[in-house]
């Protein structure tokens, strides 16, 4: 069976240091992969998502960015964290683009 | 612009008294609706996907339907283990480039009172 793995589950980070979190999925391959932050009061916001290995689509402009390294390893990275970027942050994956996408238990990021 | 309303935002039952959630969107074209629950703290759990208008899925006391306006998670006789925020996705795939979207709804919190 399909199972995805995301870590740290929390983390405070100072405002302008880096991030990077990490996803990977195990059981499947060439998995469509998904990068969502979720505010509280609003709804899941998709961040990227990618296709394939080196494929990378952004959804909103903003100070993350996102690799796949391997095929079923997703990475989110930030140069210089914000205040705004505080948030629960969830890597999904699905088996197409058009199927239902299986999510992670979720980073919540405190930035101070 | 895709949008997707959940109503109501949180709903409070008495064990075993059943209701229904609802998932109403504007979409220029749906290519599948998705229910989760989602616990504090937690990832998303997938419950069903719906494709077309009639359809209707079952699991336990839930049932999910869809219509071309609107979905519905029915809870029949629901239990405490049931409370949770219950969140809806549609998606739309578009032609070209960031061909991806899907759209998710803020939730319903459901409290199940023993």
């Known amino acids: 069976s399909q199972t995805i793995h995301q870590w740290p589950a929390t983390l405070v980070q100072p405002v302008g240091s880096p991030l990077s979190l990490e996803c990977t999925v195990e059981g499947t391959s060439n998995p469509n992969l998904y990068w969502y932050r979720q505010a509280a009061g609003r709804g899941l916001q998709l961040l990227f998502y990618s296709v394939g290995i080196g494929q990378i689509s952004s959804e909103v402009p903003q100070n993350l960015s996102a690799s796949r390294p391997q095929d079923r390893q997703f990475i989110l990275s930030s140069k210089k964290l914000l205040l705004s970027d505080s948030g629960f942050y969830l890597c999904?994956?699905?088996?197409?683009?058009?199927?239902?996408?299986?999510f992670g238990q979720g980073t919540r990021l405190t930035v101070v | 612009e895709d949008q997707v309303t959940q109503s109501p935002e949180a709903l409070r039952l008495q064990e075993g008294e059943s209701s229904s959630l609802n998932c109403s969107y504007t979409v220029s074209g749906l290519r599948g609706l998705f229910w989760y629950r989602q616990d504090p703290g937690k990832g998303p759990e997938f419950l069903f996907t719906l494709y077309s208008a009639g359809e209707e899925k079952e699991k336990e006391r839930l049932k999910a339907t869809l219509t071309k306006k609107e979905s519905f998670l029915h809870i029949t006789a629901p239990k405490p283990e049931d409370s949770a925020t219950y969140l809806c996705a549609v998606l739309n795939l578009y032609s070209g480039a960031g061909s991806y979207q899907l759209t998710f709804g803020k939730g319903t919190k459901l409290s199940v009172i023993p």
């Open positions: 999904a994956w699905s088996l197409v683009v058009s199927t239902e996408a299986f």
